[in-house]
């Protein structure tokens, strides 16, 4: 019999147009792609004894993997806070609720460095457990170990020409352009991240002058900056083809459409769309 956790991973692939093949990480138990991130780093911090019931997490995140760490923690009996910036969406910020996670809501310039710096010294004097998506070698093992795996395996032998992922943590595309390179040397990895100074949700860009630690730019060949407005319109052209998937979603399928890329490619869809109409 499966057990709930069970649920996570094993997505589909799906080809969305000929030669362009996504991964549809929305099919995960909370929606998203974090269920995985989630899982591998509690799991870890178990093993090393970090984590023991009626302890408090805390982390900082753009929402998916807070509501993925706050249905586990409800499951396992963790205590849950997560930093999120103010504008991260209603529906997602519910979920994290709903669970029974506890919401503290900063200033979007706030988010990320001034939080992490701030979480290190908690965890340094015992208070809390950080369990650091941005630097947690776990949010790249799992993708190299699952995520990554999983897709070779999907495509059952066929070549694959290009990989197109957003940057957040870059926990994903450091994770699987590693295990696609090992079956494919000759692939062409492209990461995404927004305009300066627009908003694609689940996405950042390095040019806000933070670098995840975890994030390998040596193994991305091309970074294409991409407008809120394309997320939108891909976003929307999917939702017409019967396929509600999340704006980061929307930003790399839009990217693969305006660099008419040939060959197979090959795409994560990060998360479900129904938390991003506004
Ligand atoms: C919706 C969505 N898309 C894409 C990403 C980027 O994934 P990663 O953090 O692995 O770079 C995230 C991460 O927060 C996300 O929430």
Not at 47 to 61: C, D, F, W
């Given at each position: 019999?499966?057990?709930?956790?069970?649920?996570?991973?094993?997505?589909?692939?799906?080809e969305?147009?000929?030669?362009?093949?996504?991964?549809?990480?929305?099919?995960?138990?909370?929606?998203?792609?974090?269920?995985?991130?989630?899982?591998?780093?509690?799991?870890?911090?178990?093993?090393?004894?970090?984590?023991?019931?009626?302890?408090?997490?805390?982390?900082?995140?753009?929402?998916?993997?807070?509501?993925?760490?706050?249905?586990i923690?409800?499951?396992?009996?963790?205590?849950?806070?997560?930093?999120?910036?103010?504008?991260?969406?209603?529906?997602?910020?519910?979920?994290?609720?709903?669970y029974?996670?506890?919401?503290?809501?900063?200033?979007?310039?706030?988010?990320?460095?001034?939080v992490?710096?701030?979480?290190?010294?908690?965890?340094?004097?015992?208070?809390?457990?950080?369990?650091?998506?941005?630097?947690?070698?776990?949010?790249?093992?799992?993708?190299?170990?699952?995520?990554?795996?999983?897709?070779?395996?999907?495509?059952?032998?066929k070549?694959?020409?290009?990989?197109?992922?957003?940057?957040?943590?870059?926990?994903?595309?450091?994770?699987?352009?590693?295990?696609?390179?090992?079956?494919?040397?000759?692939?062409?990895?492209?990461?995404v991240?927004?305009?300066?100074?627009?908003?694609?949700?689940?996405?950042?860009s390095?040019?806000?002058?933070?670098?995840?630690?975890?994030?390998?730019?040596?193994?991305?060949?091309?970074?294409?900056?991409?407008?809120?407005?394309?997320?939108?319109?891909?976003?929307?052209?999917?939702?017409?083809?019967?396929?509600?998937?999340?704006?980061?979603?929307?930003?790399?399928?839009?990217?693969?459409?305006?660099?008419n890329?040939?060959?197979?490619?090959?795409?994560?869809?990060?998360?479900?769309?129904?938390?991003?109409?506004k």
């Amino acid at each position: 019999m499966k057990q709930l956790l069970d649920l996570i991973g094993n997505t589909p692939l799906l080809e969305i147009e000929p030669n362009i093949f996504a991964k549809m990480e929305g099919f995960n138990l909370t929606g998203s792609i974090k269920d995985r991130t989630a899982l591998s780093m509690i799991e870890d911090a178990e093993k090393k004894g970090r984590l023991k019931p009626g302890v408090s997490i805390v982390e900082p995140t753009s929402g998916n993997t807070g509501i993925a760490l706050a249905m586990i923690s409800a499951i396992k009996g963790y205590e849950l806070s997560v930093v999120i910036p103010q504008s991260t969406s209603e529906e997602k910020k519910k979920m994290i609720l709903t669970y029974g996670g506890r919401i503290i809501s900063i200033p979007d310039e706030r988010f990320r460095e001034p939080v992490i710096k701030e979480l290190k010294e908690k965890e340094k004097l015992g208070e809390i457990v950080f369990l650091n998506q941005y630097e947690n070698e776990n949010n790249v093992k799992v993708h190299y170990e699952k995520t990554g795996e999983e897709i070779v395996k999907q495509m059952e032998g066929k070549q694959i020409d290009y990989f197109v992922a957003g940057l957040g943590t870059g926990g994903t595309i450091t994770g699987v352009s590693k295990k696609l390179k090992e079956h494919f040397p000759n692939i062409k990895i492209i990461g995404v991240e927004p305009k300066k100074g627009e908003k694609i949700e689940g996405l950042k860009s390095l040019k806000d002058g933070y670098t995840p630690p975890i994030l390998n730019l040596n193994q991305i060949d091309e970074i294409i900056d991409l407008s809120a407005e394309d997320s939108v319109k891909g976003r929307n052209y999917l939702a017409k083809k019967g396929i509600l998937v999340g704006l980061s979603s929307g930003a790399v399928f839009q990217t693969i459409k305006n660099l008419n890329l040939k060959g197979n490619v090959v795409t994560i869809f990060p998360d479900r769309g129904e938390r991003y109409l506004k």
